[in-house]
């Protein structure tokens, strides 16, 4: 029991100290990003960062990664960080590899557990996405690509895989300024439809932290801020991590 905790304990503890991805000095930053997959597929025995570029994102999602993924720290020669309060967060496709699961859950379930929204293999067929936190303003952006699988009312996005992403967005960003947290409550507006295959922008900002309690707005917002999509508030609870071992 005390293993599984102290690896509980890491998995939230890594997700506060990622440092941003190195830029190769010939090549644009949308070639080396998408070099920098390949490459990582290759020869890394690291697992895969999924909110890398892939071939299937759009021309808006890649201006939008650069534009934000540009303004990150980056790490100099010297292996120093420049000071930016920009972090690019990078997403994998199990919640925290190494839990080894409650009582609740059978070994087997446990070893095919995977992220909800990480567990679609075909690039662009679902939810493609890249976090961007910054630290000084405690605020998260978020650019989302929505796939052909996420169909909801005829041609644009589910409202569950709207809210899904929320939550993710928003408890990513919990996470990262309160530690382990889980959904409490989660209110939404849905204002108008996302078409099916568009990038919208995913902001989350913190209003107040009391306590065990994390308070976050959010909102989804076409790329030119010219339309709301999606307004929500959400809550946060902190919690200890043996919650999720013992099955809350
Ligand atoms: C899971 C963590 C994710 C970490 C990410 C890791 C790294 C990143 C990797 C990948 C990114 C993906 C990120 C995804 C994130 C998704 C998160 C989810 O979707 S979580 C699933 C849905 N949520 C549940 O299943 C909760 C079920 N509920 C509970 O377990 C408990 O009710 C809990 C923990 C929320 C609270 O239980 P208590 O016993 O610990 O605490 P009490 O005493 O009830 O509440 C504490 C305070 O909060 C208020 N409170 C609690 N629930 C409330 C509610 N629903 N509405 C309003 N207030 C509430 C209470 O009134 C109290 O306030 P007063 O201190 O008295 O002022």
Redesign the pocket.
Known sequence: MARMLRRLRK??QS?TSFSAATIQPNLSASESSRSEVALLSFFSPKPRDFSLPNSSWGSEMMRLYDHYNSQCEAETEGGQTQGSPWQRLP?YNR??KYAPGGVYLSKIVQSKAR?FTRNIREPGAAFEYALFVNKGEKKCVCIFQAGWLLEGPPGHVHGGAIATMI??VT??HA?FLSG??????LNIAYRSPIPLGSTVLIESSLDTQ????TFISCKVMSTDGSKLHTEATV?F?S?NVS??VRG?
């Open positions: 998995g939230f997700l997403s919640s925290l992220l939550d993710t408890g990513t996470t382990p947290i889980m959904t409490a409550n009391e306590g065990r309690k809550l609870v919690i919650h999720l809350g």
